[in-house]
């Protein structure tokens, strides 16, 4: 029994030498029930709302009031025509629109009754159908508060319309999505482990003191990867069209062109992680960790991120898949062009640059 306790005591000991171990035990729960508890949230924050009124009364004006001192939503753009909808979702920002009918209040009062249109931009489902749930119930307790006492009560009559994905297809959700993550760890994964594999094999001395710089290096590392990784792109582009009838409303060449960016980027990040893991084994655990749960929790993928803490919104603006979701919904499910998407695909390219000019920095202190 004294040799087991002993041997227990010695286990223990080793666990608490190693600060790995704790970290692992320790930081990570603490990290991501933080994470999760901030980042999961059915609560809708701050979206932002456009009006077409055409009505202009002291009803429209007194909704607007309440639906914008709600807290949900914020007012941003009043509209002239419902022909500028169209344009204000493909910029992005504006995620509803509110059209009063016109002489709305005058409706109300002769006939009892008022016409309210909701135009959404569902190119994220979920969120879509609670804003219209959070605004349909917002309108209804104003109902009820102007029926109050009267006989004759008023009736506010809703009609809603979807934008980009009118039968709220959760699957034109996902395959973007989906798209970034793959792409993302798959490419990343590949690359990180093969320099450390040359470093555990004992080869990287014949490729450091070969004739060849630490550019030509890297780019011979991550072009197979990068024309392997176009091909499952292109597999989960046309799995998504042809399976699951995911549009391809906008330019494919452009498509395509983004992909190879967030390809190349990846594949940079993953040479990045390579260089500073001493065997596959680290660079694989880096990989996943360091860039799975960001990507999924971060990306806008599943959780929106403005409903997230300030911080986190902050921080997620250094994850690439953020902005490689956002360049294929646009490009995909609403039809836009380079013009629409130029600000998310210089990111892209400027981040894509700083993680070669680190690798190479990383390549030339191992050559000193």
């Known amino acids: 029994m004294n040799r087991f306790i002993g041997f227990l005591k010695k286990e223990f000991y080793h666990i608490f030498r190693d600060k790995r171990s704790m970290l692992i035990l320790f930081g990570m729960p603490i990290v991501q029930i933080m994470l999760f508890g901030y980042v999961i949230s059915t609560d809708l924050k701050d979206v932002k709302m456009a009006v077409l009124d055409h009505s202009k009364d002291e009803y429209s004006t007194e909704i607007i009031n309440k639906i914008t001192s709600s807290g949900y939503f914020s007012l941003t753009e009043n509209l002239e025509s419902v022909e500028e909808a169209d344009a204000v979702f493909r910029k992005g920002d504006v995620k509803l629109i509110l059209v009063f009918e016109p002489d709305f209040g005058k409706n109300l009062i002769k006939n009892s009754k008022g016409n309210i249109q909701i135009l959404t931009d569902a190119s994220d489902p979920n969120t879509a159908n609670l804003e219209v749930n959070y605004l349909q119930g917002i309108l209804q307790n104003y109902n009820i508060k102007i029926n109050s006492g009267k006989k004759r009560p008023f009736s506010i009559q809703t009609k809603t319309r979807m934008y980009f994905n009118s039968n709220l297809e959760s699957v034109f959700m996902f395959i973007p999505g989906i798209m970034a993550t793959i792409l993302m760890l798959v490419s990343a994964m590949m690359t990180s482990i093969s320099i450390a594999r040359e470093k555990e094999l004992g080869t990287m001395e014949i490729l450091l003191v070969s004739p060849l710089n630490p550019l030509q290096i890297i780019l ?16 989960i582009v046309g799995m998504g069209y042809f399976i699951f ?11 395509m062109a983004e992909c190879i960016l967030f390809i190349f980027l990846a594949l940079s990040i993953g040479i990045y992680i390579s260089t500073v893991s001493k065997s596959q084994q680290v660079a694989m655990m880096l990989s996943m960790f360091g860039l799975m749960l960001p990507t999924i929790i971060l990306s806008g993928f599943i959780f929106p991120i403005r409903n997230m803490p300030i911080p986190l919104q902050v921080i997620s603006n250094i994850i690439p898949p953020k902005w490689f979701i956002i360049i294929l919904k646009n490009i995909m499910l609403k039809g836009v062009g380079f013009e629409y998407v130029w600000k998310e695909t210089l990111i892209l390219i400027v981040m894509t640059m700083g993680f070669i000019g680190l690798s190479l920095k990383k390549f030339k202190i191992r050559l000193e």
């Open 220 to 235: 011979g590392k991550v072009t197979p990867y990068l024309v392997l990784s176009f091909i499952n792109a292109l597999v």
């Open 245 to 255: 009838g995911v549009p391809i409303l906008g330019s494919f060449a452009l498509l």
